[in-house]
Each structure stands twice: as structure tokens, then as C-alpha cells.
Nanobody, 117 residues
Framework: QVQLVESGGGLAQDGGSLRLSCVAS????????WGWYRQAPGKQRELVAS???????NYADSVKGRFTISRDNAKNTVYLQMNALKREDTAVYYC???????????WGQGTQVTVSS
């Protein structure tokens, strides 16, 4: 089992920055993909960014060049640095971890990000 706890959400102005953190505990050594997803009101949850142990990253087109996913192995924490925020980035952001070996997916409780003009 893996537990994920997000923090760092809140209110930001258009063009501002926020950094989300996701602290992982449990069997994290089995995780093959770390990710951040978001879900805006009335929309489906979508992938924002993902990170593999090889350091390969993947970003949604809408956030490329503005968001950066990273991981601090010593702290067992995954980050999402969000710069040049836009109103359309407003959503609940979820941390995600996938254990491909056992086909298990884990989710955090979500953290609200609101961008105002």
C-alpha cells in the first residue's frame, strides 16, 4: 500500500506561481510512475504531468513550459512547480502513483488550486 498526501494548493493571481507537494509513504519502492492530475468543475480528470524513475517526464500540452514535476527521493516527495498560472489552471490537483508490477493505482485526497485575475 502507498499513501499520498498533497499540500501547497491555494489562491494565486493570474501569472503567479504555486508549488504543490505530495508526500508518499508505504511501499514506494514499487512505484513505476508518479503523476499529477487535475479536475476542474464539470470536466474529466486529466493528466498534468508524470515522472518515471528514469527521470523521463511527460506534460500536458496546456502546461508545457510552465509546470515542472520533480521528486526528492530522500524526502519521498513529489513536487509540481506551477509558474505563469492561468485562470484555466483552476482545479483540484491530485497526486498519483502507479505500481505497474501489481497493477495498482494510488491517489491523494486532492488540493484545490484557484487562479484569479
Amino acid at each position: 500500500q502507498v499513501q499520498l498526501v498533497e499540500s501547497g494548493g491555494g489562491l494565486a493571481q493570474d501569472g503567479g506561481s504555486l508549488r504543490l507537494s505530495c508526500v508518499a509513504s508505504g511501499r514506494t519502492f514499487d512505484i513505476t510512475v508518479w503523476g499529477w492530475y487535475r479536475q476542474a468543475p464539470g470536466k474529466q480528470r486529466e493528466l498534468v504531468a508524470s515522472l518515471r524513475p528514469s527521470s523521463t517526464t511527460n506534460y500536458a500540452d496546456s502546461v508545457k513550459g510552465r509546470f515542472t514535476i520533480s521528486r526528492d527521493n530522500a524526502k519521498n516527495t513529489v513536487y509540481l512547480q506551477m509558474n505563469a498560472l492561468k485562470r484555466e489552471d483552476t482545479a483540484v490537483y491530485y497526486c498519483n502513483a502507479i505500481n505497474s508490477w501489481e497493477s495498482r493505482t494510488y491517489w491523494g485526497q486532492g488540493t484545490q488550486v484557484t487562479v484569479s485575475s
